[in-house]
């Protein structure tokens, strides 16, 4: 089942609040499409109990995660301490926090790394940025994170990875991205993969569009081939939003 619509809730929600929507979308899920996962990615507070409770099959992901092992590293949590926690994924290389944490493509590899060894789940996040998107060279900066994020990584351990493209370009900026440019980048993305690993590996790796993904616009960009669903942020904190876009991605 290649069809994923995760909702990353970033800095937001209190654990009251968190509680109310898992146990709203735990009731609908008898309701979504079978055929598309559902993650969500609150934040790390309420990780341990959430992902203990019941979820009805809700994918529970971090929204990042150490690049070190245990130690002396104060306020880091790492990739076994996330699976000891029953969280299946986490969000690595995100464009925050690449942005405004400071984590290059080192850091992003090293974290991915972490992950595989710990049997976490990985939802690998690249895009490119308003200069590069301005300047032509965004295939180049994509195929950049990506070959420096898979560096090591075999066959087998990409069963474990799911990869969400952001175009870092059209978020908050006034700018929007469309269903054919999310489609032509999807497309790439998949080229790479294909050329890296293999074609079976690339048609079973989930692509999820990051970019600014409400029901008003998810129709149209889940219609490409290559777009297997959406990492959400602003509209994943309305549930009703949330589970039309969830819908959206749905193939019956």
Known sequence: MRNIVAGNWKSNKSINEARERIAVMGAAMGSMPKDVRVMIA????????????ERNGILIAAQQVSAFSDG?????????????CGVDFALVGHS???????ESDEIVAKKVRRCIDAGLGVVLCCGE?????????QESVIKAQLVSAF????SEEMAGVVVAYEPIWAIGTGRTASAAQAAEMHSFIRSYLADRFDEDIAFRTS????GSCKPSNADEIFRSPDVDGGLIGGASLDTSDFQLIIKSDSSL
């Open 207 to 210: 692509i999820l569009y990051g």
């Open 151 to 154: 560096e090591g990584v075999s």
């Open 96 to 102: 925050e926090r690449r942005a405004d944490f400071g």
């Open 72 to 84: 002396a590293y104060t306020g880091e949590f790492t990739a076994n301490m996330l699976v000891s």
């Open 129 to 137: 940025n308003l200069a590069s998107r301005d300047n032509g060279s």
């Open 42 to 53: 609150p934040p790390a507070p309420y990780l341990s109990e959430l992902s203990g409770g």
